[in-house]
T-cell receptor, first 115, second 112 residues
Framework: AQSVTQLDSQVPVFEEAPVELRCNYSSSVSVYLFWYVQYPNQGLQLLLKYLSGSTLVESINGFEAEFNKSQTSFHLRKPSVHISDTAEYFCAVSEYSFGNEKLTFGTGTRLTIIP | NAGVMQNPRHLVRRRGQEARLRCSPMKGHSHVYWYRQLPEEGLKFMVYLQKENIIDESGMPKERFSAEFPKEGPSILRIQQVVRGDSAAYFC??????????FGPGTRLTVL
């Protein structure tokens, strides 16, 4: 069974400052890794994902995450945040399981941007 | 291509009543997952279905909860005799075979 740890439940950051949201996972098998974003009272939107290949993945709105197998981490970063980035961010994993890609989520990190 | 649809968006039930939550997957998607998000927590997997088949229900409570995904129509998550602890947001996600899951807006169930 796999698990995901997001140590920071809340992260306040000043506008235009950089941010890193931490995610560590545990699994006995290879995994796919995801970051989802949830805006208030909305569903989850996929931000970015790592399936294979380059360990650095990027989203269209300036976020990036790097898969580090030795540290079992998939931290999310953005060099300069905007007010519109205020949301809850969830890290998730799914195991390589032929035909069943159920996700295991972390408890989320609430990112608050301070003007 | 419409996204994943869930209805109702908000549902209020009194203790002991039944709740029915519907999920229409994206066009072309034959895999449906249900997740529950309790207040201040992350999402927890409940059940994974394909058309007319339950593939994995390891996250479903043993009693009162059931799910189906018929050949025609939406997937249904049914909760019988609801209790206050069932109050949560229930999210449905759909995917094609071994692909990214796309989430619906959720149904927020409140049990009075």
């Amino acid at each position: 069974a796999q698990s995901v740890t997001q140590l920071d439940s809340q992260v306040p950051v000043f506008e235009e400052a950089p941010v890193e949201l931490r995610c560590n996972y545990s699994s006995s098998v290879s995994v796919y890794l995801f970051w989802y974003v949830q805006y208030p009272n909305q569903g989850l939107q996929l931000l970015l994902k790592y399936l294979s290949g380059s360990t650095l993945v990027e989203s269209i709105n300036g976020f990036e995450a790097e898969f580090n197998k030795s540290q079992t981490s998939f931290h999310l970063r953005k060099p300069s945040v905007h007010i519109s980035d205020t949301a809850e961010y969830f890290c998730a994993v799914s195991e390589y399981s032929f035909g069943n890609e159920k996700l295991t989520f972390g408890t989320g990190t609430r990112l608050t941007i301070i003007p | 291509n419409a996204g994943v649809m869930q209805n109702p968006r908000h549902l209020v039930r009194r203790r002991g009543q039944e709740a029915r939550l519907r999920c229409s997957p994206m066009k072309g998607h034959s895999h449906v997952y249900w997740y529950r998000q309790l207040p201040e927590e992350g999402l927890k997997f409940m059940v994974y279905l394909q058309k007319e088949n339950i593939i994995d229900e390891s996250g479903m409570p043993k009693e009162r909860f059931s799910a189906e995904f018929p050949k025609e129509g939406p997937s249904i998550l049914r909760i019988q005799q609801v209790v206050r602890g069932d109050s949560a947001a229930y999210f449905c996600a759909s995917s094609t075979y071994t692909d990214t899951q796309y989430f619906g807006p959720g149904t927020r169930l409140t049990v009075l």
